[in-house]
């Protein structure tokens, strides 16, 4: 029997630069370790796996500081960053002890850390752990995830890379529209039930001329004419709507509100009561900006959205608002 082929051995460096120059899209894979501490990396060594069963998959290398906790948790997140998050992905690249402070992020279905300003996530439990050299081949089942029309932050041979024209021809970053109402009385937000015990905002399924909302057929809320405005426009991924949000005010002689409506506390919205994520971000940014009196305007776009702000307190805030609390919490 002749002996094998005497193979030299393979340059690691030229084999980790023969690697990337195959282009990728760039993610943040997070989870959380054993004291509850949300973790995270980047990552590009990313693919789909399965649609039936929903599988993806996601290399996790050995000498990464979060390798532990993704090595023993039970679900995990991986986040498809937008073309302007390279900051991010140097921020999840970096050995910072404090990540998660710079990022906004959610809970969605798994528990595991969803960043809040992405272009698409994956909301995922643990299928199998395959050992493969120095990685650990993640594989995740889909639980839950979003995407939106933002163009893909690009890495190829050691560096960012910008992806043009990420949409067909033909496609809109939103489907269609909820017109919902933010409204605002003595310090206070009005939600309303949505009948699986969760909350979100009284929403109309257009907005009417006037100031008045048509709650689909379940009554009529009349607003104050000089306080209602524009304050939010943005997408809600493949599958759902997107919304279009009016801040505005009650009218003092209003009927008693329909017992599906009801007013919290600023300090006491019940956040893990509303499904929509982009939703809870919205609030949490309304607040913020409520207690500086210092509003913006948001419009959500392909590549990533703007905020036009208003300064001064009127109208946005009338003399008998009662103040609202700021938070810790950031929003796209």
């Excluded at 990552?43 to 993806?56: E, W």
């Excluded at 005010?249 to 017992?259: G, I, V």
Aim: charged share 20%; hydrophobic share 40%.
């Amino acid at each position: 029997m002749s002996a094998p082929p005497d193979h030299s051995p393979i340059d690691a460096v030229e084999l980790r630069r023969a690697f990337g120059t195959f282009v990728t899209g760039v993610t943040v894979v997070t989870t959380w370790d054993e004291t509850g501490a949300p973790r995270g990396m980047t990552a590009n060594s990313f693919t789909s796996v399965s649609l039936n069963p929903p599988l993806l998959l996601v290399c996790v290398g050995k000498g990464a500081a979060s390798y532990p906790a993704f090595a023993a948790s039970p679900a995990f997140a991986v986040n498809l960053l937008h073309e302007a998050q390279a900051e991010v992905s140097s921020l999840f690249a970096s050995k910072s002890a404090d990540k998660f402070r710079a990022v906004s992020h959610d809970a969605v279905h798994t528990g595991a850390p969803v960043l809040t300003d992405c272009m698409t996530w994956f909301d995922c439990s643990v299928h199998d752990r395959v050992e493969a050299g120095d990685h650990m081949v993640l594989i995740g089942r889909v639980q839950a995830f979003g995407t939106s029309a933002s163009a893909p932050l690009g890495f190829c041979r050691g560096r960012y890379a910008a992806v043009k024209d990420p949409l067909p021809a033909g496609w809109s970053p939103s489907h269609r529209m909820v017109v919902g109402y933010l409204i605002e009385d003595a310090g206070r937000i009005l939600l309303r039930a949505d009948g699986n015990g969760g909350w979100g905002l009284p929403t109309a399924r257009r907005r009417q001329a006037g100031a008045a909302i048509d709650l689909d057929q379940a009554g009529t809320l009349a607003l104050r004419a000089d306080a209602t405005f524009l304050y939010s426009v943005f997408d809600v991924g493949d599958g759902d709507p997107g919304f279009i949000i009016y801040r505005g005010r009650l009218e003092r002689e209003t009927a008693a509100l329909p017992p599906d409506l009801r007013f919290f506390p600023a300090d006491d919205l019940p956040f893990d009561a509303i499904p929509v994520r982009e939703v809870r971000s919205m609030l949490r940014r309304y607040l913020r900006e409520r207690g500086a009196s210092r509003f913006g305007i948001y419009i959500d776009s392909p590549d990533g959205g703007r905020v036009a702000m208003i300064e001064g307190t009127r109208p946005w805030q009338p003399a008998d608002a009662g103040p609202l609390p700021a938070t810790d919490s950031a929003t796209p």
